[in-house]
């Protein structure tokens, strides 16, 4: 599956919680701890994820083919993601600073998740989208829309795009708000100042 996500600034929180519980079926509140590796070459993370409402606690492996496509002007964030589920994190840290990878980053992460259903319709294949209202410290809100698709190719890209844009105005939330850096990106240069 392609991940295609878009992601934007929120000014008002409450508004948007009020928004997309009228718009999108809630589903849960999850706080997310990553911690990023990286030799120089690849970058890999590792994720503790903790659902609030069902008090579960897993760890998960993501490595991540990251890439931003301008397609009519605008940046489209589309990752092939592989991951998996670990039942303890630390063989996998151990060999992972023996193999030479270093810790480049850390990131919380507070998300709510709201699921909208048939969100867009790409090659006969109805796909559902998922609103995540995300706090990231210190960079505040954001909003985060992702559909899953089973096709990579520019005309499907693009009609996600469309659709995604379409759900961030269903939110109430303007274009001019999308975010086209990655949240490490904007860590990393947070800590340089």
């Not at 083919?65 to 964030?77: A, D, L």
Request: proline content about 3%; aromatic content about 8%; charged content about 35%.
């Amino acid at each position: 599956m392609t991940e295609i996500e878009l992601k934007a600034h929120v000014d008002e929180p409450e508004k948007l919680r009020e928004r997309l519980n009228k718009i999108a079926k809630f589903s849960l509140q999850v706080v997310r701890d990553d911690t990023y590796y990286g030799n120089g070459k690849v970058s890999i993370r590792i994720r503790k994820e903790n659902v609030k409402s069902a008090n579960k606690t897993s760890l998960l492996f993501t490595y991540k083919r990251k890439e931003k496509r301008i397609q009519n002007g605008t940046v489209v964030e589309v990752n092939d993601e592989h991951e998996c589920i670990l039942s303890e994190s630390e063989p996998l840290e151990a060999f992972l600073k023996d193999a030479g990878f270093e810790v480049t980053l850390t990131k919380h992460k507070e998300v709510e998740d709201w699921c909208f259903i048939n969100a867009v319709s790409v090659n006969g294949k109805v796909l559902s989208a998922t609103y995540e209202l995300c706090l990231v410290p210190p960079l505040g809100y954001f909003l985060e829309i992702e559909i899953l698709s089973p096709f990579s190719d520019e005309d499907s890209v693009l009609a996600v795009r469309k659709a995604l844009e379409s759900l961030l105005e269903k939110a109430g939330i303007s274009k001019d708000k999308i975010e086209n850096r990655y949240y490490k990106e904007m860590l990393l240069s947070c800590a340089e100042v």
